[in-house]
């Protein structure tokens, strides 16, 4: 009486930490859901790839690769989620060419539609342009958020922007730094003149007090990106 072998399984997981990460699936959450799938459906694992703080555009993503290239023959890669693989289309349809032409499947534990036929691929593409139009609002709401707690003197990074100190008494405020507020008047003001940004630079950087936090002079493409943040405030 012959056995029946078990279908081979690569789990892959992938986690990008936010702020509200507690309500996140981490990579141990994700690879044990998995390992649940397949034990209750007769998959064996052989493997596993963990990609932990990565974002779901990007491409170049070593572990995923590697479990794609480690693909047995009619195996699967089995992920809790088909967005834990990638959050646009172009990507999301690389990774399925790449599967298929191992010769094997992706199966998700959460969300997935099963099949293989031409409405099932739309349907996935789809949900693939769904996800990438999301991780794009969440992206937006993310920097909108940041600016809204800069404008109201938070701090939201480790190096306060020029034109700004740390709270010496709370660190999660910043006060204005009086010279630094100096020098970005200055520049703001020759701005206003229809001064060049390499005019700018070139006469900012006349005046050694004027130098950046580093100590050296000021490239013209920084007191751009400084003119274009303080602007956006007025």
């Not at 499947?105 to 997935?112: C, L, M, P, S």
Request: proline content about 4%; some cysteine; charged content about 30%.
């Amino acid at each position: 009486m012959s056995t029946k072998v078990a279908t081979k399984a690569i789990v892959y997981t992938r986690f990008s930490p936010r702020r509200n990460a507690a309500t996140c699936e981490s990579c141990e959450f994700q690879a044990a859901s998995c390992e649940q799938y397949a034990h209750d459906h007769g998959l064996k694992i052989i493997a596993t790839h963990h990609d932990p703080d990565v974002s779901g555009g990007d491409e170049f993503r070593e572990n995923l690769w590697e479990a794609i290239k480690k693909l047995p023959k009619d195996g699967v890669l089995l992920v809790y989620k088909r967005d834990r693989l990638a959050r646009n289309v172009y990507l999301s349809e690389c990774i399925n060419r790449a599967v298929r032409k191992a010769g094997a499947r992706i199966i998700a534990v959460e969300g997935d539609i099963e099949g293989d036929s031409i409405e099932i691929a739309m349907v996935r593409q789809v949900m693939a342009a769904i996800h990438e139009y999301e991780k794009k609002v969440i992206g937006q709401r993310t920097k909108w958020a940041m600016a809204q707690h800069m404008r109201n003197g938070k701090r939201m990074s480790r190096f306060p922007p020029y034109g700004q100190k740390v709270h010496p008494e709370n660190p999660s405020i910043l006060l204005t730094d009086d010279h630094e507020a100096t020098v970005i008047a200055r520049m703001l003001e020759m701005r206003s003149h229809g001064y060049g940004i390499s005019k700018i630079a070139h006469t900012i950087n006349e005046n050694p007090d004027n130098m950046n936090r580093m100590g050296i002079k000021w490239r013209p493409a920084t007191i751009g990106k400084i003119i274009r943040r303080v602007t956006k405030k007025l």
